[in-house]
């Protein structure tokens, strides 16, 4: 990736639907070069689609919690059961494997807290090997940033 590149995807990170002639004239290149760039960092996997930002309290889901999650065993077999079930619930936002002093770290959104409540009993709780969890309520967001610190090798 050069600066070029970089440049695109930062373009493109702060408004995907820009048009190819505007993102061109951003960039410095004509629509060609520019469109033929864009398609080799989809096809290679840089780009890995494009997404809609939505407004959380719109859709239902400005409610969120943090979750920490021991586990009672972390075989290999024992998390693959847990990354797969945790895939399979949709109000889980993100679920991220920690190093420390427990297993992992989910943000959880949900309308309120007693759909969160409903969320913890029936799904959180019953994920394969979930020895114990603790919860934290987000009162704040202050910062959520959607874009990637872009760090070149060109």
Known sequence: ???IDQKILQELQ?????SIVELSRRVGLTKTPCAERI?????SGVIRGYH???DPDAVGAGHIVVVQVLLTSTTEQDLRRFNEAVRRIPEIESCLMIAGDFDY??????????EYR???GEQI???PCVKQTHTYVVMEVV????????????
Do not use: H
């Open 125 to 127: 709780s019953g994920l």
């Open 52 to 54: 809609a930002a939505l």
């Open 105 to 114: 770290l989910l943000k959880v959104r949900t309308r309120d807290i007693n």
């Open 14 to 18: 702060a408004d995907a639907r820009l």
């Open 118 to 120: 409903r969320v913890m």
């Open 39 to 43: 398609r080799r960092l989809e096809k």
């Open 143 to 154: 910062k959520d940033e959607r874009k990637l610190p872009l760090r070149g090798s060109a």
């Open 1 to 3: 990736m050069d600066r």
